[in-house]
Each structure stands twice: as structure tokens, then as C-alpha cells.
T-cell receptor, first 108, second 113 residues
């Protein structure tokens, strides 16, 4: 099965700034998924990232806030833009029923 | 739309007791179902993945069953230990796209020594 590497594992950021999270897979995959887990909540899907096309966002998530890149079949990035404390969450990428180790983001 | 419910929301047991965690899903046209463990502030650890053709999957003290017809899965943890204290999440695929999962809210487990 694929191996997923996600980084950074954690970060503390100032409000108003942006953070880009990277997800690398050791094999080519068609679709990659980004999830968010807010404190005390379960995981919610943010968007589906397909290579060569724009990401598909779930209800409540928009590209301006969470731009996603998918330059090839093994890599994707999620950017959390213009951060506020409400963006403090764990962000996870997923492929083929596997999940990355997550990025714990704290916005101060 | 797939909806996943986990009962109970929280569970506290003394060490040595068996744990039974329940997960129900609304759309039975799933290709697998997965159980995860999550420690506070951490990412997910996959425990068991049951393919739709399987009725159960076992790993050590853990056993997960899957009944697609009734839309239920159960995670059993035998002879619980304090180290089993964590939140356990069930995830079922959505049926609108391969690879997307709907998560339950989780069961928070505390095992007391």
C-alpha cells in the first residue's frame, strides 16, 4: 500500500498569514483528499484534488481560503490563507483509504 | 448522502473489561469500512480496514465486524488496558466518489487502572 508523508507535522502561525501543507505519496494516485478536524470535532472533507484540474470543494469550503495545488500524481499542497484562530485544526491528506499523519495548526 | 453515527459518544471502563464500540452507516453500498484510533492532538492511526466482502477483521486484541445489510460495524477490544484510552473513529466511504470518507463523531474511551 502507498506511504503518505505530510509536512509540517505542526506549526504555530500568526493570524493573517498563510500556511502551506504538503502531502507526498510514494506512488501515483488519481485523487487526493484533504480533511480538517477542528478541536473536539470529527473529520470533515475540505476538497478533492485531481491532477490537471481544479480541486473540487465541499460545501462550506472555498478556493480563496483553501487553495489546493496538484502538480503531479504524487504530490499536493493545501494552503490555509489569511488565517484566524478559527482555523486552528488538524489537517490531513488521504489517498486510497490511507491517511497522512496530519498537520496540527495553531493560529494565535 | 452517507451518514455515520457512533454510539456511545464516551465510554469508561475498568482495566480488563472488554470494549464494544458501535458504528452505523446509512448507505450500505460501501466498498470498505475503517476504524481509527486518535490520541489527543494527534493524527489518525488505522486499526482495521474491513473490505465489503469480509464480515470481520482481527488484529491482536481487536476485532471488527461488518454487516452491510443492517448498516452496522462493531469494534471489539478484548481485555482493555489503560493504553487503549483514546478516541476511536469509524469511517465509511461516501458513495458519490471513490476515496472519500464520511467519519463518525467518535467514541472517547477511558480505561481506568
Amino acid at each position: 500500500s502507498a506511504v503518505i508523508s505530510q509536512k509540517p507535522s505542526r506549526d504555530i502561525c500568526q493570524r493573517g498569514t498563510s500556511l502551506t501543507i504538503q502531502c507526498q505519496v510514494d506512488s501515483q494516485v488519481t485523487m487526493m483528499f484533504w480533511y480538517r478536524q477542528q478541536p473536539g470535532q470529527s473529520l470533515t472533507l475540505i476538497a478533492t484534488a485531481n491532477q490537471g484540474s481544479e480541486a473540487t470543494y465541499e460545501s462550506g469550503f472555498v478556493i480563496d481560503k483553501f487553495p489546493i495545488s496538484r502538480p503531479n500524481l504524487t504530490f499536493s499542497t493545501l494552503t490555509v490563507s489569511n488565517m484566524s484562530p478559527e482555523d486552528s485544526s488538524i489537517y490531513l491528506c488521504s489517498v486510497d483509504s490511507l491517511f497522512g499523519s496530519g498537520t496540527r495548526l495553531t493560529v494565535v | 448522502k452517507q451518514e455515520v453515527t457512533q454510539i456511545p459518544a464516551a465510554l469508561s471502563v475498568p482495566e480488563g473489561e472488554n470494549l464494544v464500540l458501535n458504528c452505523s452507516f446509512t448507505d450500505s453500498a460501501i466498498y470498505n469500512l475503517q476504524w481509527f484510533r486518535q490520541d489527543p492532538g494527534k493524527g489518525l492511526t488505522s486499526l482495521l480496514l474491513i473490505q465489503s466482502s469480509q464480515r470481520e477483521q482481527t488484529s491482536g486484541r481487536l476485532n471488527a465486524s461488518l454487516d452491510k445489510s443492517s448498516g452496522r460495524s462493531t469494534l471489539y477490544i478484548a481485555a482493555s488496558q489503560p493504553g487503549d484510552s483514546a478516541t476511536y473513529l469509524c469511517a465509511a466511504p461516501t458513495t458519490d466518489s471513490w476515496g472519500k470518507f464520511q467519519f463518525g463523531a467518535g467514541t472517547q474511551v477511558v480505561v481506568t487502572p
